[in-house]
Each structure stands twice: as structure tokens, then as C-alpha cells.
């Protein structure tokens, strides 16, 4: 009963979102059913989770059990959840709800009150703050709808040029951002994808001076960036306009901006310039203040992590410990005590402060399957550089036990597996025998699936 989608979409309407939504299944003109209302009233009194025969009870006092009957409301109910969503949803667009109206006085054969409605939107829509593809797509359309609305025929096409010029931006705009979109997704997943007709409409791009629109010039610029073309110049000409065109897009889209941004510098920082290490934090802390790196109030604990291991690689160890402690509450509640203490003892790690470390270690989350494996992989790391061989020892053979266990972390096993394996040599290796160390260092740089890399290499050489 709990899995079913209709206590799912109860759990997630807020308190005034209730309210409404018994007014509308009130409401005749939405809900002839009254069963349905009838029931979303007797679960709302309801505390617990009611079985199938004490909702049947509810609505069908004096009638003999049957599930059908109780299938059916609930499903009622459902679609008129939904079909209250859409209003909802509906309700806060006025823009389309206007063009719909300028169509509707069309069709009753009311031309010129459809001009007025559109000419009207039009003036509204300009006076809005965002200019991103969708805002001239949707200029296009009412420009569109202008013209074959038209009663004149003195004016009757006077707007078409308008009608390809928002047309081409939007298009352009889109284009920019799809191919944006796709770039960042082949950096993870490393799939081939297709450009399309870019480059054709690159060349027109310059050849028009287009980066002057704000929208075309960030994806352009962008794009360039995620593509390896003169990255450093068009990243910074990319977070200029980021930054200073900022209310020009909705928050999902300037969002979305500031990933892409942050995948340039992660691209230029892991080329060896570490310098981008700068810029990266800068991107996130812009981010933060401008909340849009939150997602209704919640920041991701990767995203935490991420900006925690940016500002303790720029060294700025006093603004991570800060930033730790501000945006606790920020990260998702299941995930906050745990994230907090991971980061905080890589903080104590890095200040060398191990002991700290190994305390705010010991107690993490065993529920997030991710953050106990970088809390075992930092606790090899600590046990390692403080000469705990012996403790080490039994840690990597828990830690291999640990492994064969959790069959949901299966992608990251292979990286795991090595880790412990090279950890292991490097307990064994020979100090003075140059080279077997040679010979482990030169497996360890071909290892294909090793995160641990540099720090592997780095305690060899310390032998």
C-alpha cells in the first residue's frame, strides 16, 4: 500500500497544496466524483497508513467488502491529483494561457480582440528579465501568431523580419546549448556524439558578430571551451558573460551554466594546470551566493564534497572549514552528518592532524555506501603515512572482506581492489632494491582504474 502512486503523490504536496486540492475536488466543474473527494478527506484525517478494508469501510459503510471498488477510488483519486497538478502547473503560465486566449478569440471569429490579447503579451513579455532561448523562441511564436492573426492588410507582414530574427536566435541559442549539454555528458560517460548542422551555423555566428546576444556568446564561448579550443581564453570570456548576464536566465539554466563551467577547469586542472584550481572555486563560491548551485534550498553532498576538495587543494583551508560548517544544514538531511564528518577529517588530514581524522572517521555513516568507501580509503591513506603497518594490515583485509560483500558498489570495486593491491606492494617493496621500486612505480603509472595514483607514487618515492 505505501508504494502505491497515490500515497506517493500525497507525500509530496506541500500543506497549502492540500488545502487547494480539496477545493478543487470540491469543486463540480473539476470532480463529478464524489467518491474521490470522499476519500482524499478520509486520508487526510487518517495518521497512519490505512489497510484496503478500512479505506472500504470509510466509503462503503454498509456494503460487504470489495477490492475492486477500493482499486477503482484510489485510482479516481489519482488522476484527479494529477489533473489538479496540471491546473496548478497550468495556472502560473500566462504567457501560454494568453496565446491560447488570443487562439480561442481567433476561432470565435474575434480578430482584432486576438491582435489586442497578442500585442498586449507581446509588450509583457518584453518587459521580462530573461533572454535565453526560449524567450525567443517563444517571440517567435507570438510574432508568428501576430502575423496570421493580422486584419490588416496595409500592416499584414510588416513583422516578418522580427519573425526570422527570433526564429534564427533561438535556434542558434539552443543549438549552442544542446551541443553544451551533450559535450559535458561525454565527458562522463564517454559516448561519441553528434553535432549536427554546428558547423555550419559556427562560421555564420562570426561571420555575423552573434556573441553580441548575451545567450549565443555564453554557449558559444562554452562550447569552444568544452571542445579543448583555446580553453583559457574562451573560459574566460564564457564566466565574464556568466557572470555578468546573470538575470538573464531562469535559475535551472544558469544552473546548468555553472556545471559547464565547472567541467572546463576540471578538463584544464587535469592537463596540469593547477592554476584553474583558483578559478573552479571561484565558479562554486559564486554559486553558492547566488544559490545555483542549490536545488530547493538542498545542496548535493557532492557538490559538497567537490567544493571541498577545490579549496583544500588551493590550500584555503580556513574558508573550507567555514564552508563545512555553513552549509551543514544545506545537504540532504539523510546525508549530513555523514558528508560533514567525511569532509571535516579531510580537512585534519591535510592539516596532518590524524588523530582528529581518525575519530571523525571511525563514526561515519555505514548507510552511505559511498562515503564509507572514501572513509576506508582515507583511513589506508592515514594508516599508511603514520606507520600503523600492523593495523593497516588487518584494515585491508576488513576493508577486502568489506568489498566482497557489497555487491551495489560493483563500478567502484575495480578501483578499490587496486588500491588495496598497490598499498600492499608497497608494504613489501624492497626500500633499497631501486629496482623493484622502479618496477612497481612503472605498474602503478599503467594502471588503467586508479584514483590514488599520485599518492601511490608519491609514498614510493619516499622509500
Given at each position: 500500500m505505501k508504494n502505491h502512486k497515490l500515497f506517493t503523490l500525497l507525500a509530496q504536496l506541500s500543506s497549502s497544496e492540500k488545502r487547494d486540492l480539496e477545493k478543487f475536488l470540491q469543486s463540480s466543474l473539476f470532480n463529478n466524483r464524489k467518491i474521490a473527494l470522499a476519500l482524499y478527506q478520509f486520508l487526510q484525517k487518517e495518521k497512519a497508513m490505512p489497510t484496503k478494508a478500512a479505506i472500504f469501510q470509510a466509503l462503503y459503510p454498509s456494503k460487504s467488502y470489495k477490492d475492486e471498488k477500493v482499486r477503482l477510488a484510489m485510482s479516481q483519486l489519482v488522476k484527479n491529483i494529477e489533473a489538479f497538478l496540471v491546473y496548478q502547473f497550468r495556472e502560473q503560465q500566462e504567457l501560454q494561457n494568453t496565446k491560447i486566449l488570443a487562439q480561442i478569440y481567433q476561432q470565435k471569429n474575434l480578430p482584432k480582440i486576438a491582435e489586442q490579447v497578442l500585442e498586449k503579451t507581446l509588450i509583457k513579455q518584453e518587459q521580462e528579465s530573461f533572454r535565453n532561448g526560449a524567450y525567443y523562441f517563444e517571440r517567435y511564436d507570438l510574432n508568428l501568431k501576430q502575423f496570421d492573426f493580422a486584419t490588416s492588410k496595409r500592416t499584414k507582414g510588416q513583422n516578418l523580419p522580427e519573425v526570422s530574427a527570433n526564429l534564427d536566435t533561438a535556434f542558434l541559442i539552443l543549438k549552442l546549448q544542446?551541443?553544451?549539454?551533450?559535450?559535458?555528458?561525454?565527458?562522463?560517460?564517454?559516448?561519441?556524439?553528434?553535432?549536427?548542422?554546428?558547423?555550419?551555423?559556427?562560421?555564420?555566428?562570426?561571420?555575423h558578430q552573434l556573441t553580441k546576444v548575451p545567450a549565443?556568446?555564453?554557449?558559444?564561448?562554452?562550447?569552444?571551451?568544452?571542445s579543448g579550443q583555446a580553453e583559457k581564453e574562451n573560459f574566460a570570456k564564457f564566466k565574464y558573460l556568466l557572470f555578468e548576464y546573470q538575470n538573464k536566465f531562469p535559475k535551472t539554466e544558469w544552473s546548468s551554466l555553472f556545471l559547464f563551467g565547472t567541467n572546463i577547469c576540471i578538463k584544464i586542472i587535469n592537463s596540469g594546470d593547477l592554476t584553474y584550481l583558483k578559478e573552479i572555486l571561484?565558479?562554486?563560491?559564486?554559486?553558492?551566493?547566488?544559490?545555483?548551485?542549490?536545488n530547493n534550498g538542498v545542496l548535493s553532498r557532492f557538490t559538497y564534497q567537490n567544493i571541498v576538495t577545490s579549496a583544500i587543494r588551493t590550500g584555503d583551508l580556513e574558508w573550507t572549514r567555514q564552508f563545512l560548517i555553513?552549509?551543514?544544514?544545506?545537504?540532504?538531511?539523510?546525508?549530513?552528518?555523514?558528508?560533514f564528518r567525511f569532509n571535516m577529517a579531510r580537512l585534519a588530514y591535510t592539516e596532518q592532524d590524524y588523530e582528529t581524522a581518525i575519530d571523525l572517521l571511525r563514526d561515519t555513516d555505514q548507510a552511505d555506501?559511498?562515503?564509507?568507501?572514501?572513509?576506508?580509503?582515507?583511513?589506508?591513506?592515514?594508516?599508511?603515512?603514520?606507520?600503523?603497518?600492523?593495523?593497516?594490515?588487518?584494515?585491508?583485509?576488513?576493508?577486502?572482506?568489506?568489498?566482497?560483500?557489497?555487491?551495489?558498489i560493483a563500478s567502484h570495486k575495480k578501483n578499490y581492489w587496486n588500491m588495496i593491491y598497490y598499498t600492499q606492494k608497497l608494504m613489501k617493496v624492497n626500500p633499497f632494491n631501486a629496482a623493484a621500486k622502479a618496477k612497481l612505480a612503472k605498474r602503478i603509472e599503467e594502471e588503467a582504474v586508479l584514483l590514488e595514483r599520485k599518492w601511490l607514487l608519491a609514498q614510493l618515492a619516499k622509500l
Open positions: 544542446q551541443v553544451c549539454s551533450s559535450l559535458s555528458y561525454q565527458a562522463v560517460n564517454q559516448q561519441e556524439i553528434q553535432t549536427g548542422l554546428l558547423s555550419l551555423i559556427l562560421p555564420y555566428i562570426e561571420d549565443i556568446g555564453i554557449y558559444y564561448h562554452c562550447y569552444l571551451a568544452l571561484e565558479l562554486y563560491k559564486k554559486g553558492l551566493t547566488t544559490n545555483a548551485l542549490l555553513d552549509y551543514k544544514e544545506k545537504v540532504e538531511k539523510t546525508y549530513q552528518e555523514s558528508a555506501l559511498l562515503i564509507n568507501l572514501y572513509a576506508k580509503n582515507l583511513l589506508l591513506k592515514i594508516y599508511y603515512e603514520i606507520g600503523e603497518f600492523k593495523l593497516l594490515d588487518s584494515f585491508l583485509d576488513a576493508f577486502q572482506i568489506y568489498l566482497r560483500r557489497k555487491k551495489e
